[in-house]
């Protein structure tokens, strides 16, 4: 398979001043309209200052292709993916740039079967687009727009799909994202008491950065600590992801509802295969097999491509969970309401469904800065690095970066990212000392090749 050139582990993003220019997306809106040949295609932004501007150019580009445009505003993620195959469009698309910074935007698509495009699919935009094949529509043949209220067929579904007791009380951070319009308001709607934080839409992110990452969310923890909360929940800007904090104000680990999310999935599907990225905690393979299924692990944004390939049950990664049951896309909003059904069903704080059903290993990642340009180099250092100086080593798994597998089950992981200018160190040890020496381990590499 060709090399994407503008596609990244999930979609396109970059700055509006220099990559996800209005003209980019006229033509990716003409690219994808021409991909899909005719009907109808979803569009929806979220709550960053340019998505109107894109999103008229991108609007502009499917009609010039030919099919029609089903505008529902600004929505999360998750509702463009739902509202995609509830309507029997042929395609979807949000304007979105997730957790980036506010000067950054960019977009993500969908098939109609409300799951995002595989890479190669990707690839036929880019053909579309670089190899000189975009047509325009005749006078008579181009597409109409219409507004479409999405969300309350959105939330109907999710309140159809779960079973909540009444009464719990949650606090919510919707990042000042698209979440704002629909979590807070299904939440109610389910019966909980709901205190909101930072849940109007303001492109410019005041409250905090949009990734829901403990870094971030010190005003939730507290907040949920000081209102006597059952949990609180918070999305990035398209609310595709969703992180949660117990009832003592604590951050539940990523990787924690991932396993509680699988374990619970095998058993009830008395098997299976689940499909996780190649960042996430060995728990999620312990309690995986336990449950009498097995996991295989993929690269970061692959894992709609995974869960095809081997007919999964279960897929997900950090922060972004997959309900196959209710549709094979990524859904932060439907998580949240899981998370309270699961609470509901065991009549426990969550710190105690958590601690009964996953292992708790000692852990570590960081975020570094890794220009896009020293990105090859730097990880063709560290693949030579690594494997001479970590000790003990089981297997090495190089489907996205590197990851190093000890054999008693620790591992360190060093990749660079797909969508920004960054790479990430993730380790993970059976003692808290060993944590740490795989973490000096790391972080001698990362500062040896980006000299």
């Not at 991108?58 to 529902?72: E, H, N, P, R």
């Not at 949240?336 to 704080?349: C, D, H, Q, R, Y």
Request: glycine share 12%; with cysteine.
């Amino acid at each position: 398979m060709s090399a994407k050139r503008l596609f990244g582990t999930r979609g396109i993003r970059g700055p509006i001043a220099t990559k996800v220019t209005p003209e980019l997306m006229l033509k990716l809106g003409q690219s994808l309209a021409n991909y899909v040949g005719e009907g109808k295609i979803v569009i929806a932004r979220d709550a960053r200052t340019s998505g109107e501007t894109l999103g008229h150019a991108f609007t502009a580009g499917v009609l010039a292709g030919g099919c029609d445009v089903i505008d529902i505003g600004v929505a999360p993620s998750p509702c463009v993916a739902f509202t995609t195959r509830d309507i029997g469009a042929k395609a979807g698309a949000i304007i979105t740039a997730s957790h980036n910074p506010p000067p950054d935007n960019g977009v993500a698509f969908y098939n109609f079967m409300g799951m995002e495009f595989l890479p190669s699919e990707e690839l036929a935009i880019e053909e579309i687009m670089f190899g000189g094949r975009i047509k325009q529509a005749n006078w008579d043949e181009l597409g109409r727009a219409q507004r479409y209220d999405a969300i309350p067929r959105y939330v109907q579904a999710i309140k159809n799909a779960v079973k909540v007791k009444r009464g719990f009380k949650v606090v919510v951070d919707c990042a000042n994202g698209a979440g704002s319009l629909v979590t807070p308001y299904l939440l109610r709607e389910l019966g909980c008491k709901v205190v909101t934080l930072n849940s109007h839409l303001d492109g410019h992110f005041p409250g905090h950065p949009g990734e829901p990452q403990p870094w971030n969310l010190g005003d939730l923890m507290r907040t949920v600590h000081e209102v006597g909360a059952d949990i609180g929940l918070a999305h990035d800007g398209d609310a595709d992801r969703v992180a949660a904090i117990d009832e003592n104000g604590k951050f539940i680990r990523h990787d924690a509802l991932l396993a509680l999310f699988a374990k619970r999935t095998i058993e009830s599907k008395k098997g299976g295969i689940a499909i996780t990225s190649i960042n996430t905690s060995v728990a999620i393979e312990e309690v995986v097999a336990k449950a009498g299924g097995s996991t295989i692990r993929t690269a970061l944004g692959n894992i709609h491509a995974a869960m095809q390939e081997h007919g999964a049950v279960f897929a997900g990664e950090p922060g972004k969970i997959i309900f196959l049951d209710f549709g094979p896309w990524i859904d932060g909003v439907l998580a949240a309401a899981k998370l309270l059904e699961i609470m509901s069903t065991e009549g426990k704080p969550i710190s105690k469904i958590i601690a009964a059903d996953v292992p708790d290993y000692p852990f570590y990642h960081e975020d570094f800065a890794c220009p896009d340009e020293k990105k090859v180099a730097f990880m063709q250092g560290i693949r030579d690095y690594l494997p001479k100086n970590v000790s003990e080593v089981r297997d090495l798994l190089e489907i996205d970066g590197l990851r190093v597998n000890r054999n008693n089950g620790s591992w360190i992981l060093i990749r660079v990212s797909g969508t920004e200018p960054k790479g990430r160190i993730v380790v993970e040890g059976r003692t808290q000392a060993e944590m740490e020496e795989l973490k000096t381990i790391g972080l001698r590499g990362v500062k040896e090749f980006l000299k």
